[in-house]
């Protein structure tokens, strides 16, 4: 087919396909209306039919009528290009767009998750309950202030003698020592395994906090952790709320993999302080309408172990 060759009409609907990389589907084009519609697995997608797309269109057609019932409760920006995710916590929905124009999921069809830092887990939850992991960002950011130290100290000495050679009318380029320090991790890494007929698994990050150039800083580092892994814990008590209510949860031992869950691990009474600290997250989680007040009760007395 030529650059001005004439388009047949889209199979579908009829209307106009456009010249600018219109989408095929099983050798034929769709024009940019249809395909606006598309939203499942790249893969599944690949593999789709004609049929298979008129299919998915009568799917489309009966999730907007989620869509159009959706009642916000609660969401969460993280991720690359700003990614949201709004939860309906009274209908137990949640969509990966905060205009609510992508694919609406039930909680039940929530098979599970997980939430990592780089390959370390950080949070898994199931039908079996949410387990939480300890992090070693904190512990591999201290072990890292001794060569920051060090850096900074050889920066300032520079520093301070390309002013003296500025002061002797000097003007040869000044020497500046790299401070180059890796950062303790890259990204947390979601999967929401579903049990849908256009995902299996749904993947999103978000980038952690980046060392400055100049000064590198691990207390302003460790702020900036804290509150993002906080927006990752928000993530995962929201999901649990929408996809399993109800379900417990314990801190994992020392040592404990990823494939083993809640149920299968040994609970523990949190700390005083932590019990706290927990029962306030859901506090904020109540107050946000993303829990109900049943269930903020039930985990207080799990926190509190009465």
């Given amino acids: 087919m030529g650059l001005f060759t004439k388009k047949t009409p889209c199979p579908i609907c009829g209307g106009k396909i456009s010249w600018f990389l219109p989408t095929k589907i099983e050798g034929e084009y769709i024009c940019d209306k249809c395909s606006s ?6 893969e599944i997608q690949d593999g789709l039919t004609m049929q298979g797309f008129r299919e998915y269109l009568a799917f489309y057609e009966q999730n907007r009528a989620l869509a159009a ?3 916000p409760s609660h969401k969460l920006d993280f991720g690359f290009l700003d990614t949201k995710v709004v939860f309906d916590a009274a209908n137990r929905l949640f969509c990966m767009s905060a205009k609510l124009d992508k694919t609406i ?3 039940a069809q929530l098979k599970s998750f997980t939430i990592k830092e780089d390959a370390a887990p950080l949070f898994a939850g ?3 309950g949410l387990v939480r992991y300890a992090s070693t960002v904190p512990e591999r950011l201290m072990s890292l202030a001794p060569q920051i130290q060090m850096m900074a100290a050889a920066r300032r000495t520079a520093e301070a003698m390309e002013r003296m050679r500025r002061d002797e009318d000097d003007h040869r380029p000044a020497y500046r020592p790299p ?10 890494n979601v999967e929401l395994w579903m049990d849908h007929p256009y995902w299996n698994v749904i993947r999103c990050d978000m980038s952690g906090p980046i060392f400055s150039n100049d000064y590198p800083d691990p207390d302003s580092y460790l702020r900036e952790y804290q509150e993002n892994a906080g927006e990752m814990e928000q993530l995962a008590l929201a999901l649990m709320a929408v996809g399993f209510p109800g379900a417990g949860e314990v801190y994992a031992e020392p040592g404990m993999s990823m494939g083993v869950s809640a149920g299968a691990a040994i609970p523990r009474t949190a700390a005083p302080d932590r019990a706290a600290d927990d029962i306030l997250k859901y506090k904020s989680l109540l107050d946000a309408g993303v829990i109900t007040q049943e269930e903020f009760d039930q985990k207080k007395k799990q926190l509190l172990d009465i």
């Fill in 179 to 188: 401070m180059d320090i890796p950062e303790p991790f890259k990204q947390f």
């Fill in 126 to 128: 199931s039908a079996d």
């Fill in 69 to 71: 019932g959706f009642v």
């Fill in 105 to 107: 999921f039930e909680g």
């Fill in 37 to 42: 519609k598309l939203d499942m697995e790249q």
